[in-house]
């Protein structure tokens, strides 16, 4: 069965998946697997302070999908996203980190309105697969 997006949930799908799956530079406290940071280069120059797009979900591509890592996964995405709830494009954004069949990671975005209803929810089905790739 294909579900149709609005153009609103269009829209927000696509700006989560831009903040969910660029990568973000790693911090200075990030444990690394090689001496790459990666980054977007235009973060370098941001037209606002401090403001960063992307998630360090690539960071855990190396990992074994333990509950610590399905808690990164949370917390990286929640950094991610978080400037929708400052841009006003959403009151809160909920995620869940499933480690479901065969280790397999994935996410479950939620995207919320003022009153508490749901504007968006989106499902990332093996995010190992996505972040694997490399």
Not at 104 to 131: E, I, K, M, S
Request: hydrophobic share 45%; glycine share 6%; proline share 3%.
């Amino acid at each position: 069965m294909t579900t149709t997006l609005s153009d609103k949930e269009a829209l927000l799908y696509r700006a989560v998946v831009i903040s969910l799956f660029t990568w973000r530079r790693a911090e200075p406290d990030d444990p690394l697997d090689d001496d790459q940071r990666m980054g977007w280069w235009g973060d370098s120059f941001p037209a606002v302070a401090g403001d960063r797009i992307g998630s360090r979900l690539w960071l855990l591509r190396r990992r074994t999908l333990t509950p610590e890592v399905l808690r990164l996964a949370v917390d990286y995405a929640h950094e991610a996203l978080r400037w929708m709830v400052e841009d006003g494009l959403a009151a809160r954004v909920a995620v869940q980190a499933f480690n479901t069949v065969r280790g397999r990671l994935d996410l479950l975005v939620t995207l919320c309105d003022d009153t508490g209803g749901t504007l968006a929810q989106f499902t990332f089905n093996d995010l190992w697969r996505v972040t694997h790739a490399v």
